[in-house]
């Protein structure tokens, strides 16, 4: 496991100057100094469904219920958990950055501060109505008013459009009218691409497998949150899914009982890109920003840069 370490101020600023090199991807940088063990692993795990690790924890949201109640009466109307633990999620980047890394072609990569976050948009909440996947460019340097507005554009435009189409849905239209025989072999090419790097950025940036990480809510249907696998397309390293609220009764050290909320939440991760170390101390920031949401207001201080 790469360990994180804080950098000096003069560090910082020479990381984020990195140019392109021979070895860097049209949407990552190849990471260069992994110890061994981080080098080795993508050979012992080949793929992401065998490299998986399965993670649960519940926020209890009553500061965030009243963070949302706050967001939504400065105008943010549709605030909800999700902008929250995108929000969260996006702060935690700013400083532990190899949780966003991806992994193709046995290589790791480093999105460094640009995050890409994948989410399934229904038109209405009916069996009948249609979907789509859209993805949404954020970076580690925003603030929660910031990803919001992004990702209400973003989801406004897809939900208001007669069709509900977005760029993935033309690109799989085209995809899926080829003849199936010719069709696993046009599947093959674009795996062979991707693993050399060669897919074009407007590909990737179309694809909603290639991404900093995948949400969806289960929420809005009612129900406790699954353990989402991880696709081998692609490169999505983590997927996220949250339940429907749920209350749980405590009981006080004064012998009183408390009623609380709390909503569940799974995370599958890719464990080739950095370590369990490391990931938990990105849960433990993302924990802090739930307990205390309004941090998420502030502009970050400072970008913890990822390894060369």
Known sequence: MHKFELRTDMEQKEQTKRKRRLGDRSDGRLVRTLPPMAQVSPYIMPTRAAASNYFKDAIEITEIE????????????GFGIMHVIIAAYV???????AINRFLSGQHIYARDEHIEVSLVVKK????EAPDTCVKAFLSARDTANEVYEKMNTLVSANKGAQDLDSGFDDLAKFISS??????????????LLDYFGLLPRKLTKLSPFHASFFITSMGSLGIPPIYHHLYNFGNIPIFVAFGAKRKQYELRKDGSV?????????????ERICDGFYYAS??????????????LDEPVESIVPDID
């Open 66 to 77: 009243k963070y949302i109640r706050k967001k939504r009466k400065e105008g943010l109307t």
């Open 91 to 97: 702060r935690a980047v700013s400083q532990r950055p």
């Open 124 to 127: 209405e909440m009916t069996n």
């Open 178 to 191: 080829i003849p199936g025989v010719f069709l696993k072999f046009v599947v093959w090419l674009l795996n």
């Open 258 to 270: 408390a009623e609380r909320k709390y909503v569940d939440y799974t995370v599958v991760t890719d």
């Open 282 to 295: 990105a849960f433990k920031l993302m924990r802090s920003y739930f307990k205390n949401p309004y941090i």
